[in-house]
């Protein structure tokens, strides 16, 4: 069972930036990705970063403002969103994903949230105007 907690959310200003991290448990590596959800609406993806790391894609809405990374280093198993210059608009429940049923390759990402097998409970983003 693999367990991942997100952390790093917060109401900020318009213009500002926050990261979020998403801890995974255990040191396996897996395709990780970022939704995001506001009361009412469907999921929606944000960005991905493939199990090799050497791949990603993110959403036209966040691309050029956000970006993801993963840290391995000292027994970390972690990946981050940096988010900068947020817009109310991004305002949202955020969610960490990762398939850790292998369904991908090493390159291999996915925008559709049903190809991921674990979630975490989500960390609030709130950007005031």
């Known amino acids: 069972q693999v367990t991942l907690t997100e952390s790093g959310g917060g109401l900020v200003q318009a213009g500002d930036s926050l990261r979020l991290s998403c801890a995974a448990s255990?040191?396996?590596?897996?395709?990780m990705a970022w939704f995001r959800q506001t009361p009412g609406q469907e999921r929606e993806f944000v960005a991905v970063?493939?199990?090799?790391?050497?791949?990603?894609?993110?959403a036209d809405s966040v691309k050029g403002r956000f970006s993801i990374s993963r840290d391995y280093t000292q027994n970390k198993n972690t990946v981050y969103l940096q988010m900068n210059n947020l817009k109310p608009e991004d305002t949202a429940k955020y969610f960490c994903?990762?398939?850790?049923?292998?369904?991908?390759?090493?390159?291999?990402?996915?925008?559709?949230?049903?190809?991921?097998?674990?979630w975490g409970q989500g960390t609030q983003v709130t950007v005031s105007s």
């Open positions: 255990g040191l396996s590596r897996y395709a």
């Open positions: 970063l493939s199990k090799s790391g050497g791949t990603t894609d993110y």
């Open positions: 994903a990762a398939d850790i049923g292998y369904r991908f390759t090493q390159t291999m990402t996915s925008r559709r949230g049903d190809q991921y097998d674990a």
